[in-house]
C-alpha cells in the first residue's frame, strides 16, 4: 500500500467545516483513497472512499486532486462528536488489508 | 450498512490463562476478516488476515502459536490469545471485508487486560 502523510493534529470549532488534508504521493492507478475515523476506544469507523472523482455523502465529502497526489476530507458542520482520529489510507481494490498511518487528531473546541 | 460484531468488549484476565475473542459480521458474508491491535495512543497495527476454510496469515512478528485465528464460517472468526501474559493487554479490533466493492468494517474492539 502507498504511504500516506497527514497532520499530527488540527482544532476546528464547532460549527465550522473542518478540512482534513492527506498526501498521497505515490498512489497508484489502481488505488482508492479510504477515510475513516476513531473516536476514543471504538473501532474504526469508515467515512467514505473515492478513487479520482470527489465524493459526499451524508456524513463528509472527499476532495481528490486531479493528480491524486493529495485528498482533503471536509465535515461541512463540524459538531463535538467528530472529535476523533482520522485516518487516511490507499487501498487497492478487493480484499486487501488496510494500513493505518498515525491519522490526525481533530478536536472541536466548543 | 454493514455490522461487525465483536465480543466481549471488554475482558480482564489472569496471566497464563488463554482468551477467545470473536468477530461476527451480521448482515454479510466475509471470506476475509482483519485482526488489528492497538496499544495507547498508537495506531492500529495489523496482526492477521482470517481467510474462511483456510489458514490464517500472521504478519512479521506476530507469534501464531500464541495467536490462534479460527475462521470457521462465512459469519465468524475468532482470535485466541494463548498464555496470554501483561503484555499481551491491549486493544483488538476485526475488520471485514464484504466484497469487492464494500470498505471495510470493524467491530468496536475488545479490550484486553491480563493481571
Known amino acids: 500500500d502507498a504511504k500516506t502523510t497527514q497532520p499530527t493534529s488540527m482544532d476546528c470549532a464547532e460549527g465550522r467545516a473542518a478540512n482534513l488534508p492527506c498526501n498521497h504521493s505515490?498512489?497508484?492507478?489502481?488505488?482508492?483513497v479510504y477515510w475513516y475515523r476513531q473516536i476514543h476506544s471504538q473501532g474504526p469507523q469508515y467515512i467514505i472512499h473515492?478513487?479520482?472523482n470527489n465524493e459526499t455523502n451524508e456524513m463528509a465529502s472527499l476532495i481528490i486532486t486531479e493528480d491524486r497526489k493529495s485528498s482533503t476530507l471536509i465535515l461541512p458542520h463540524a459538531t463535538l462528536r467528530d472529535t476523533a482520529v482520522y485516518y487516511c489510507?490507499?487501498?487497492?481494490?478487493?480484499?486487501?488489508?488496510?494500513?493505518f498511518g498515525t491519522g490526525t487528531r481533530l478536536t472541536i473546541i466548543p | 450498512g454493514a455490522v461487525v460484531s465483536q465480543h466481549p468488549s471488554w475482558v480482564i484476565c489472569k496471566s497464563g490463562t488463554s482468551v477467545k475473542i470473536e468477530c461476527r459480521s451480521l448482515?454479510?458474508?466475509?471470506?476475509?476478516m482483519f485482526w488489528y491491535r492497538q496499544f495507547p495512543k498508537q495506531s492500529l497495527m495489523l496482526m492477521a488476515t482470517?481467510?474462511?476454510?483456510?489458514?490464517?496469515?500472521?504478519e512479521q512478528g506476530v507469534e501464531k502459536d500464541k495467536f490462534l485465528i479460527n475462521h470457521a464460517s462465512l459469519t465468524l472468526s475468532t482470535l485466541t490469545v494463548t498464555s496470554a501474559h501483561p503484555e499481551d493487554s491491549s486493544f483488538y479490533i476485526c475488520?471485514?471485508?464484504?466484497?469487492?466493492?464494500?470498505?471495510?468494517?470493524f467491530g468496536n474492539g475488545t479490550r484486553l487486560t491480563v493481571t
Open positions: 505515490t498512489i497508484s492507478g489502481n488505488e482508492y
Open positions: 475488520s471485514a471485508d464484504g466484497g469487492s466493492n464494500s470498505p471495510l468494517h
Open positions: 473515492g478513487l479520482k
Open positions: 482470517s481467510n474462511e476454510g483456510s489458514k490464517a496469515t500472521y
Open positions: 448482515d454479510f458474508q466475509a471470506t476475509t
Open positions: 489510507i490507499v487501498k487497492g481494490f478487493g480484499n486487501e488489508k488496510l494500513t
